[in-house]
């Protein structure tokens, strides 16, 4: 079954703090249960090592999709179950990763950024209201909803477990587990 996997990026795109590492951990375990190949890519650990020269210019965070985007595709054509957890917040550059990809699932998490600022994961949320931080993605930066995802979450009003089953069941009904 394994050596026949077929090969698909999950995108999870949202604002710092709206649930992207929490609900893709829960989805990882659960493909690794199932016996499949998987491999968590996500922002801060990516950021710490194969695009640390980045920042948070538009300019740096399209090229730190690009890089991104170029590993989710080799390891996508092997077969392998790739969770991408990036903000991610221009339409145009994760439309090329579309593209790129080839087997690439929009999961939208939709989290306003009043929720995203009052759970504060990172204590960033205070810093960038106070006007510390320029280039914060919803608060000084632009964030540009997708239009057309493949899957919605909704991280205010469902639970990790809650979302992580609504990505379950939509890779089940399209036949990738
Ligand atoms: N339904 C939910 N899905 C995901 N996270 C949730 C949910 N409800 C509450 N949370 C909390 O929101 C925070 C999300 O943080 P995190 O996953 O690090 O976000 P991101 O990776 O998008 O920056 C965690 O503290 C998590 O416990
Ligand atoms: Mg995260």
């Given at each position: ?41 996500d922002g801060d650990i990516v950021r710490q ?19 991104v985007t170029f590993v989710a595709k080799l ?85 990790p477990e809650e979302s992580a089953a609504i ?11």
């Open positions: 079954m394994s050596s026949s996997q077929r090969g698909f990026t999950l995108w999870f795109t949202g604002l710092s703090g709206s649930g992207k590492t929490t609900v893709s951990r829960i989805v990882e375990r659960e493909l690794r249960q199932r016996g499949l190949k998987v491999e968590p890519l090592g194969l695009t640390r020269d980045l920042g948070f210019s538009k300019e740096d965070r399209d090229k730190n999709i690009e890089r390891l996508t054509r092997n077969g392998v179950a790739v969770l991408c957890s990036f903000i991610s917040p221009y339409r145009a550059q994760r439309q090329i990763s579309r593209e790129e990809i080839g087997e690439f699932i929009e999961v939208y998490v939709e989290c306003s950024v009043e929720e995203c600022a009052a759970r504060d994961v990172k204590g960033l949320y205070a810093k960038a209201l106070a006007g510390q931080i320029p280039n914060f993605t919803g608060v000084s930066d632009p964030y540009e909803a997708p239009e057309h995802p493949e899957i919605v979450i909704r991280t205010a009003q469902e639970t990505i379950l069941g939509y890779l089940e009904q399209n036949g990738y587990i």
